[in-house]
């Protein structure tokens, strides 16, 4: 399943499938960006980072994909599992800047 | 301790009234910063704290919000004459360095309520 941006706030997949999570960010200047996973009553949970250098960047289950021309952010989780029903938040900011810029959020649900 | 803690985690105030929000982040963290999720929404920014020094608050709403660290450890968001639009979940976040790209470690929140 693939949700657009922020016109999406909702994606449902079934348990297995992959999950792709997108952002279109905002400001040309940002050169560090983070997903963040937040369930219900609790704070954000940094999930991965990448910085502008990169282009591509993978952890456990989770891909982040960086596009600099159109401004666009993706997070892919593999083998989506029930554990991983919440809501994402892509991040943004600058070296020298002192807080980060969420975008609005995407909430994953999980199908059995 | 474990991690980012804060108090209380629900908080119901009377429009007029003034609360205090707390936050104790991870021991030893320089960075601290505050933030205001309203429901459906992301966190945004509100201020950032280096040790005890208020380096940004260009988020805080109003003049009615205020916040201190001041012995660089614990930290205080003090909303005054509360209003409707006050509700909102409040979070703090700690980083052990000063950048703004050093991973933030985020505490539960509190949920205002503004009756």
């Known amino acids: 399943g693939e949700s657009v941006g922020l016109h999406l706030p909702t994606l449902s997949v079934q348990e297995g499938d992959n999950s792709i999570i997108n952002c279109a960010y905002s400001n040309s200047a940002s050169d560090y960006f983070i997903w963040y996973k937040q369930e219900s009553g609790k704070g954000p949970q940094f999930i991965i980072d990448i910085r502008s250098n990169m282009d591509k960047r993978q952890g456990q289950r989770v891909t982040v994909l960086l596009n600099k021309t159109v401004k666009h952010l993706s997070l892919q989780i593999a083998a989506t599992q029930p554990g991983d029903s919440a809501v994402y938040f892509c991040a943004e900011t600058f070296q020298g800047a002192q807080k980060l810029v969420f975008g609005q959020g995407t909430r994953l649900t999980i199908n059995p | 301790g474990a991690g980012v803690s804060q108090s209380p985690r629900y908080k119901v105030a009377k429009r007029g009234q003034d609360v205090a929000l707390r936050c104790d982040p991870i021991?030893?963290?320089?960075?601290l910063f505050w933030y205001q999720q309203a429901l459906g929404q992301g966190p945004e920014f509100l201020t950032y704290?280096?040790?005890?020094?208020?380096?940004?608050k260009s988020g805080l709403p109003s003049d009615r919000f205020f916040a201190e660290r001041p012995e660089g450890s614990v930290s205080t968001l003090k909303i005054q004459r509360t209003q409707q639009e006050d509700s909102a979940v409040y979070l703090c976040?700690?980083?052990?360095?000063?950048?703004?790209?050093?991973?933030?470690?985020f505490g539960p929140g509190t949920r205002l309520t503004v009756t």
């Open positions: 976040a700690s980083s052990q360095e000063w950048s703004v790209v050093d991973e933030q470690y």
């Open positions: 021991s030893g963290h320089v960075s």
């Open positions: 704290f280096q040790n005890e020094a208020q380096l940004d």
